[in-house]
């Protein structure tokens, strides 16, 4: 195993994140999501992103707040469904302020700051349950959680208030939590670092440009 450090939604403060996670690490880094790419960005911090991957040792998966098309073009970064050994990774989520959200939201605009295909499709949802189901992974790192797991973190604490939505990617994931707990897992996406047990599964939400160490 390797120790490596896990970091949580930077949205687009990367070298806030480089000073305070990874230039004091020296084993690899991985972010899970709302990294920021293409959110909005210009071409001088894209192409300063792209320069600092291609150095090694730092990846990162999707979120929300990140371009997919633009993320598979990136050097590091973690394609949905990768399984490497006895981790599986996830990307995506669905964002509340999105153009389909509820009357009242709309505040994002197309294709510059949300994507039509900010969470995975549910074709591709499925093959990954079946690879799921198969490897029974001990570590999941996903940008999101179980759609249970964050009713019982963050509304029945009193952290979030007000109607809680179901989404797809939440809907997957818990249906993956109900065929195989792991030991272990990670997600950012919530915005604030925060660990809860449920059966085996020790989840641990990452928050916004804070870390944990894990052995990999």
């Not at 403060?13 to 004091?24: F, M, Q, R, S």
């Not at 894209?46 to 990846?59: D, I, P, Q």
């Not at 295909?117 to 029974?136: A, G, I, N």
Request: charged share 20%.
């Amino acid at each position: 195993m390797t120790l490596t450090r896990l970091i949580g939604d930077i949205h687009g403060a990367v070298y806030d994140c480089k000073a305070y996670a990874i230039d004091n690490f020296e084993g690899p880094t991985i972010q899970i999501g709302d990294f920021g790419i293409g959110f909005g960005q210009g071409d001088y911090w894209l192409k300063s992103v792209s320069e600092f991957h291609k150095l090694g040792g730092h990846r990162f998966i999707r979120g929300n707040h990140d371009h997919p098309a633009l993320c598979k073009t990136m050097p590091s970064y973690i394609p949905d469904g990768t399984v490497e050994g006895d981790v599986m990774f996830i990307g995506g989520a669905w964002s509340i302020d999105n153009p389909d959200a509820p009357d009242g939201w709309l505040k994002r605009t197309e294709n510059y700051d949300w994507w039509a295909d900010e969470q995975c499709s549910h074709e591709q949802f499925e093959q990954m349950l079946d690879v799921y189901s198969t490897v029974k992974p001990r570590v999941m790192i996903t940008h999101d959680c179980p759609h249970m797991i964050a009713g019982h973190m963050f509304w029945d604490t009193g952290f979030l208030k007000g109607p809680r939505y179901p989404t797809r990617t939440g809907n997957y994931l818990q249906k993956m939590f109900d065929i195989h707990q792991p030991d272990e897992w990670y997600f950012g996406h919530w915005h604030h670092t925060m660990q809860y047990k449920h059966g085996r599964t020790m989840f641990q939400c990452i928050g916004i440009l804070d870390y944990v160490d894990v052995e990999l």
